[in-house]
């Protein structure tokens, strides 16, 4: 079982990005999954989330990345994918997904978003 984060790179500050979460091993489309960043010098912190456990989706994004960020997903590909627009310098930060798969937390290895002119 792992989650395999891919899609970032370097872009410029009004560029778009689109990060993938990749499962292996589970169908990712069961579970809540979830993006969570990490800036130089600063707290991990959640940015978007999706969640229809309950039959419906019920998403969470952060209010730094409203209507900027999308989570959706790829069923077919067993993925989940966050589309990044209009993207800043504050944005820079290493990514990663996460999924909790009944009691265990798996977490993809990070990908690098760097945001610069």
């Known amino acids: 079982v792992q989650l395999q984060a891919s899609g970032g790179g370097s872009v410029q500050p009004g560029g778009t990005l689109r990060l993938s979460c990749t499962a292996s091993?589970?169908?990712?489309?069961?579970?809540?999954v979830a993006w969570f960043r990490r800036a130089p010098g600063k707290e991990r912190e959640a940015v978007s989330c999706?969640?229809?456990?309950?039959?419906?989706?019920?998403?969470f994004y952060a209010d730094s990345v409203k209507g900027r960020f999308t989570l959706s997903r790829d069923n077919a590909k067993n993925t989940a994918i966050l589309e990044m627009r209009s993207l800043k310098p504050e944005d820079t930060a290493v990514y990663y997904c996460n999924s909790l798969v009944g009691s265990r937390s798996y977490w993809g290895q990070g990908t690098l978003v760097t945001v610069s002119s």
């Open positions: 999706i969640d229809d456990s309950d039959g419906y989706s019920q998403y």
């Open positions: 091993g589970f169908s990712l489309g069961d579970y809540a």
